[in-house]
């Protein structure tokens, strides 16, 4: 069955870019879409965007503008990066399979603290 | 502000069921498919409905799911105390192009 390991930097100044990787084992990155999802400290989920195997993006309109998420099939992986963040971008951030999220990352804290 | 609306927190006695809401609209939870999941404090979510009312493999039959119009319900039969979580709604949003999802349910076993 599908896993997903993700990484990246977690500590942030104002400002910086995030960069995260999410790999996908046990199954092909194609015929999916892959997706990111936020949780800020103690509040809801917050869907962030989605790249399909073709590398047609969907992108949450309130971030569209600081996003870019990207699928490399020959790594089996996709990334995310986020420009300009702030103390509000301070969250769990995970990646998930398909627009219905059937299978998780095990998410990575990302603070943003100057 | 969640584009789906969900109450805040249910309760109920073990053994007993509870009922979630999700209330959305025509571009939500009316025209595309609805999940819900599960989450426990320092964990990741997890699918626990996919498709307004299928679930994964694993997951307990106490689970169960339906929709109407603009509303979706997870009911949560025979209550345990490892039910105790908060649980979301999610789907495709056709006018945003994006998904959203539900504030989140916290649930607890009384």
């Known amino acids: 069955q599908v896993q997903l390991q993700q990484w990246g930097t977690g500590l942030l100044k104002p400002s910086e870019t995030l960069s995260l990787t999410c790999g996908v084992s046990g199954g092909s990155v194609r015929g999916s879409y892959w997706s990111w999802i936020r949780q800020p400290p103690g509040k809801g989920l917050e869907w962030i965007g989605e790249?399909?195997?073709?590398?047609?993006?969907n992108y949450n309109p309130s971030l569209k503008s600081r996003l870019t998420i990207s699928l490399d099939t020959s790594k089996s992986q996709f990334s995310l990066t986020l420009t300009s963040m702030t103390a509000a971008d301070t969250a769990m951030y995970y990646c998930?399979?398909?627009?219905?999220?059937?299978?998780w990352g095990q998410g990575t804290l990302v603070t943003v603290s100057s | 502000q969640s584009v789906l609306t969900q109450p805040p927190s249910v309760s109920a006695a073990p053994g007993q069921m509870v009922t979630i809401s999700c209330s959305g609209d025509t571009s939500n939870v009316a025209s595309n498919d609805v999940a819900w999941y599960q989450q426990f404090p320092g964990t990741a979510p997890k699918l626990l409905i996919y498709e307004d009312n299928k679930r994964p493999s694993g997951i307990p039959d106490r689970f169960s799911a339906s929709k109407s119009g603009t509303s979706a319900t997870l009911d949560i039969t025979g209550l345990q105390t490892g039910d105790e979580a908060d649980y979301y709604c999610g789907t495709w949003d056709s006018r945003l192009s994006a998904v959203v999802f539900g504030g989140g349910t916290k649930v607890t076993v009384l």
């Open positions: 998930a399979r398909g627009r219905n999220a059937s299978t």
């Open positions: 790249i399909n195997h073709g590398g047609g993006t």
